[in-house]
């Protein structure tokens, strides 16, 4: 099994920043990408970044510019560095990978952590 565990969220002012950190630990042969989605009450979960094992990034584009995806290989852990905050920032932040995990040949993409709360007052 692999588990996925998010720190860092909290509560923080409009401009402010915060970084996000997401371990990933378990029966992990390789990670092909990693990303960060968000759900905020009463709207759909959306992605916010990826990176993938290449070190490609894909940004939404609501945040470009503002956040910071990274990834540290060795450790299996991604970062968010989440700057310029907005209160509609607000929301659950999900890490996710697709990675082999030795039950099948090819990767899973259903791993999740349990989501960290940001919340950015105004």
Do not use: H
């Not at 997401?22 to 990826?50: D, H, T």
């Not at 070190?55 to 310029?84: C, E, H, P, W």
């Amino acid at each position: 099994q692999v588990q996925l565990v998010e720190s860092g969220g909290g509560l923080v002012q409009s401009g402010g920043s915060l970084r996000l950190s997401c371990a990933a630990s378990g029966r992990i042969f390789s990670v092909n990408a990693m990303g960060w989605y968000r759900q905020a009450p009463g709207k759909e979960r959306e992605l916010v970044a990826v990176i993938r094992s290449g070190g490609s990034t894909n940004y939404a584009d609501f945040v470009k510019g503002r956040f910071t995806i990274s990834r540290d290989n060795a450790k299996n852990t991604l970062y968010l560095q989440m700057n310029s905050l907005k209160p509609e920032d607000t929301a659950v932040y999900y890490c996710n990978a697709e990675l082999l995990d030795g039950s099948s040949p090819y990767p899973r993409s259903d791993y999740w952590g349990q989501g960290t709360q940001v919340t950015v007052s105004s």
